[in-house]
């Protein structure tokens, strides 16, 4: 059998645009043998149609514990683990129905689109701080403390703690994945979980109208969340909320500045922003290149035996540019009907937070275009950083534009 195709991370190329290597993957066939985050090696899925059908799949499972390489395990924190495991992304049902239940209303649709006049509220008066300027960057000055300040006022964090679990939040993901170093992740995840037990022992001394007070006394047929449970429900939010969110902003941005007749057109025709985000998440989402699961049996995908408890790499970033599904899939277009992309996932486990998403990055793309003129980028394109592994998106997004 033929080696494992090698992600090469290393490769400020290949940071830079991954697509090229994506489009070599999928030309090895539906299902291939990869190397992917910190050496572990596993199956990657590159088709849209058999990503689509594995996140539905009750076969695959997202609990660590059903698999079958034990260095996946080793990289959660030592003390916390067993917490972590129980956490509303990895459990199946019916625990997951539990948790996710609890947690639900507070993101559908009608609540999500109250939020409007306060996420705009928010994206004006960082758009005002760096106006007169005329230069800023985008990533640090708006799109990360617009989602950073909406989920700590939705959960009741105090802002004034931002910067703490950002720098926590960075240390977890900012790790090279060629140099893991168990030490510093498991200083980060544990500074991380006793801010979040101090901050729920606070919120039952106060409650508040906010939704980790809910939280903290939801019931679901008369049982309340146990601690480890509420713990994690709080780290999840509080991360999940904004970090993508952050790469759908910075990301999108970039796009538009790689590509001035889709801003242009975008400029022109502003009701032509929601179709936007919904291409920017196709065309190059947050979350790259897809989502890992676990066969609790073997499974036949395209001709290929993927034995039980093996990693899968659902691929979600190729599979928004397979052409079987997508026309011109390489191709930004910011007029496209928008189609089923799997940025936010499918199934059970579809991304809770996706309506907020959304908005955010509708509100704050929206913003920037109509009150940055002359926007451009104030570095070469080349000289860009983007994230490594699992997220997607710029580092930084440093831009120059008209001060007023």
Known sequence: MDEPAVFPYHDPAFLADPFPFYRTLRGQGPVCRVVTVRGIEGWLLTRYEDGLAALSDSRFSSDLLDATDTRLLDQLPSAERESFLRSMIRVGPPDHTRLRRLVSTAFTARRVAALRPRVQEITDGLLDAVLPAGHADLVADVALP??????????????????????????????DPEHFDKDVTDGAWRKMWAYLEDLLAAKRRRPADDLLSALITARDDEQRLEEDELVSMAFLLLVAGYITTVNLIGGGVAALLAHPQQLKLLRDDPGLLPGAVEEFLRYDGPVNPGLVRFPTEDVKIGGVTIPRGATVLIATAIADRDPAQFTDPDRLDVTRTPGAHLAFGHGAH???????????????????????????????????????????????????FIPS
């Open 146 to 175: 617009l989602p950073v300040t909406v989920i700590t006022e939705m959960l009741g964090v105090p802002l004034e703690d931002r910067e703490g679990f950002q720098e926590w939040t960075d240390t977890l993901l900012a790790q």
């Open 350 to 400: 579809y991304c809770l937070g996706a309506p907020l998403a959304r908005l955010e990055g509708e509100i704050a793309i929206g913003a920037i275009l109509r009150r940055l003129r002359d926007l451009a980028l104030a570095v070469p394109p080349e000289d860009l950083r983007w994230q490594v592994a699992s997220l997607r998106g710029p580092k930084a997004l440093p831009v120059t």
